[in-house]
Structures are given as C-alpha cells and as structure tokens.
C-alpha cells in the first residue's frame, strides 16, 4: 500500500498531534504516526496530565486530613481509596485521549497506530502494531518523538520498585519509605504527591540546591517550604547504586565532591535525573541527519529544518523539554510547510512546578542578568500580604519582577505561591508585547484577588507598592 502526503509526523504526542491539526487546518494531506497506540505521547500518558491528576487528588486528601478543620469543616474518619485515586486518573486520561483521536479525525489526518522509521528523502516505512507494513511518501517529515526518561549507572530500572516516572504515577500502595533521586520539576512533584498521601520522602540531588533551572531565591523558599511539608533533602550527593533485597531496596550514596559513602533503606526509589530525545532507530542516517549524545536532532536553518523536506520538533530539539513549548514547535513547522510565518520565541517559554504551593517562572533569572552584566530593578510582593491569600491561609511564597534599570522593561518574573501557574500567563503576554513594569503596575487588577500580588509586585519595581 502507498499512499502520498504533503506532511507525515511521526509521533503523536503534544508536537506531533499539534502539527498534525494545524497542517489540517491549513489544507494540507497529513498522516500521523504514532507508536504507544494512544495519542498524547508522554505528557498525556505518563507525564503531565496522569501527574497533575494525582496531584490534586493528593492535595485534597491532605487538605481534608489536616487543613479542614481549621475552617469549620468537621470530616469523619479519612479514608484513601488509592485504586479510585488511580481510576480517575485513567479515566481523565482516556478521555483527553479519545479527544485528540477526533481532532485529528474533525481535521482529515490520517491517524496510523505504528512504528514510523524514516527510509530516505519522501519515504516513510510504517510497522502496524498490528504487524502490518506499509509505505508512505511524502513532500513533508516531521520528527515528534519527544524524550524518554535517563537512567544511573548501577540502576536497574523496573517500574515496579525501581521506577521512572511512568512507575511513580501507578504504584499499587503507599510505600512507607520512598527514596527520590533528582530535585527537578518532574521528582518535586511526584515526592508531593506520595508524601501527602503517607510516604517518608527522601530527595536526593547532585547539585547542592534544588530545581536547577529556577531563580535561586525561588528554590530556596522552595526548599524552606517543602522541609516544614515533610520532604527530606540531601543534596550534594551522587547515588552510586540501588540493591534489590526481598523486602527492601537499598540505595548507596557518596558526597558528589568526595567523602564517606552511606546507605538509605526504601520501599521504592523514583529515578528522575533528566531526559534525553527519542531519535534512536529513525532512520535519521538515510536522510543525512545527525544527533548529539543526548539524542537531540541538530538544526540546519534555526527554523526546525534539519535536512531537505524533514523538520524536528519538541524535545528532538533544542530548548526547554516542555509539553507546550512542543505545541507551539508543531504549530509553527505546520505553518512554515504551509508558506507562512512560524516561529517561537524560547526566551518566553514559561516553566511551572505544580507543588502546593506551585512555582512559575519567565524569562531571566536574576543570576543570569549578573553574568551578562544587564542592570535591573526588582520588585517584590509577599503572599502574606495579598488578600485573598490571606483570607484563603494560603500565603507562603512571592512574586518578583525584574526589570531593565535604564527603560523599565520586564526581563523575567519569578513567583511562588497558590495559582501562580495560572498567573504566569499574564507576564508571558506582557512580555511578549515588550511591556514595561509600569504597564502592569498601571493596569487594573480585580480584588481581592491573588492576581494583584503580580501588580503589586510591579509597582515595587519603582517602589509604590500600595498594599500591606
């Protein structure tokens, strides 16, 4: 069978599904190719939305348990039904699932469940997971097959009791003691979810702070915060291995700049170090194409070509490993193939760590405009003083605005605090615009609402901040 397209994407995740839909809408023939049999790739799957689902079931067990009594909510004996917790969140799974199957379908992609490998310039061999075989030529190839998790040497990975993300998000019990090695995004979120729900979380990290990528005054509210929640740190240490016994794990351990080894006892250790692209077995070689150690496809033109008719996006490329960051990459290849105007601005793509409470960040850190010797003002605003945090106790955490000193326009916002992943939007828009502090300062904000700390953290760039 042959059939020809103006554009095949093999991968079906939030790139892939992304630019499948927009070349549809854009007149084109497209085929995506997917190979897990499910669309959505990692993030719908096994990353962002199973995580967030776990994380807010989580946070409403917790909240139940230990915050609702302090409002007047009296409960009877708590309960967790872990197997319903786990239910639902298949359940949201599946449906955003069978969401994007009739996207594609509303849109003529043709949706084809295999294993996509490419064979030369306009050639595509597809493996159906059904055994079937079949070739595609097309005038158009997309790589979307985002990243998997990395691995330790002298770890041997499982899923059961030595697990990577996808584990972590369907563990059958509560482990009494759960071991996490790496401080990033992806372990503070999956160390919440368990501890509330019971565990002993021990977080171990190489670096000697936690989330590497944020603003340092950020990571170490963080911190402070997620001691008093229960979560143990030990950072500045390297894991030299995991040793399966019958009825525990044990995890060696040694200071990263030399010293004494120890060892830690757990029922389950999450490995979540970083990940690296899916490119292996592509067939990249027969089209020209190389990578670097890490998997990651090497751009020819700075616009997501890598060779004659074949494009990459999402975590094949360069730039943050972020699901939206991949959306707005599948756009804009869809729209380039088509004659337009694509391109994304990876200076704006904004981070979000959904622990309680979430941690949100755009643009520069403070440290990177000191190494490039950029003068700024900053401006800061306190949770505790905003008003509706306070009337909802939930006020740990700040926002700060940091702004060029000579014309006032915003270089980056860093916030830590209750919605500020939802909050965060409004600086990207800013910022995007090319909007001094002064113009948020001088917008008007509704109160009470949690939104104004970001206005009011504005206003303290010149100094007025009108609040407590």
């Excluded at 689902?53 to 139940?64: I, N």
């Excluded at 030990?234 to 700049?257: N, Q």
């Excluded at 990651?296 to 490993?321: R, S």
């Excluded at 793509?349 to 403070?366: D, L, Q």
Aim: proline letters at 3%.
């Amino acid at each position: 069978m042959s059939e020809t397209y103006d554009v095949v994407i093999i991968g079906g995740g939030p790139g892939g599904y992304n630019c499948a839909i927009r070349a549809g809408q854009l007149g084109l023939k497209v085929a995506c190719i997917e190979s897990r049999g499910k669309l959505g790739g990692t993030c719908l799957n096994v990353g962002c939305i199973p995580s967030k689902a776990l994380l807010h079931a989580s946070h409403l067990y917790h909240a139940a348990g230990h915050e609702f009594e302090s409002l007047g909510i009296k409960v009877g004996k708590l309960d967790l039904d872990l197997d319903q917790m786990m239910a639902q969140k298949d359940d949201a799974v599946e449906g955003l699932t069978k969401g994007i199957e009739f996207l594609l379908k509303k849109n003529k992609v043709d949706y084809i469940k295999g294993r996509g490998r490419i064979a030369g310039p306009g050639k595509v061999d597809v493996e159906g997971l059904d055994g079937s075989k079949q070739s595609l030529s097309t005038k158009n190839i997309v790589i979307a097959t985002g990243s998997e998790p990395v691995g330790l040497p002298g770890i041997e990975i499982d899923e059961e009791r030595v697990v990577t993300n996808t584990g972590a998000l369907s563990l059958t019990s509560v482990p009494k003691r759960l071991i996490l090695i790496g401080a990033g995004v992806i372990g503070l979120e999956m160390g919440s979810v368990w501890s509330r729900l019971g565990s002993e979380v021990t977080v171990i990290e190489y670096l000697d702070r936690i989330m590497p990528g944020a603003d340092a005054e950020i990571a170490k509210e963080a911190e402070r915060t997620f001691k008093k929640q229960g979560l143990t740190f030990r950072l500045g240490m390297k894991v030299t291995g995991v040793e399966k016994m019958k009825s525990k794990l044990k995890l060696s351990m040694e200071p990263a700049k030399g010293g004494e080894a120890e060892t830690l006892d757990a029922d389950v250790v999450i490995v979540a170090v970083g990940r690296r692209a899916y490119t292996d077995g592509l067939g990249l070689e027969s089209v020209g194409v190389t990578t670097d150690k890490r998997g990651v496809v090497q751009v020819t033109d700075g616009h997501f070509k890598v060779a004659d008719g074949v494009w990459a996006i999402g975590d094949c490329i360069h730039g943050p490993m972020l699901a939206h960051k991949a959306e707005d990459d599948g756009v804009a290849v869809a729209e380039l193939i088509a004659g337009k105007a694509g391109h994304v601005n990876y200076d704006l793509v904004p981070s979000v760590v959904y622990t309680n409470p979430e941690i949100a960040w755009v643009g520069k850190t403070e440290d990177e405009l000191k190494a490039a010797g950029v003068e700024y003002v900053k401006g800061k605003f306190p949770f505790m003083a905003n008003s509706r945090a306070r009337t909802n106790h939930e006020t740990v955490g700040f926002v700060k605005i940091l702004a060029d000193k000579k014309t006032d326009r915003i270089l980056g916002a860093h916030m830590m605090g209750p919605g500020v992943g939802e909050m965060i939007a409004e600086i990207c828009v800013a910022m995007e615009f090319g909007a001094a502090s002064e113009d948020i300062a001088r917008t008007c904000h509704a109160h009470p609402t949690l939104s104004e700390a970001v206005r009011q953290a504005a206003m303290g760039v010149e100094g007025w901040t009108m609040q407590m």
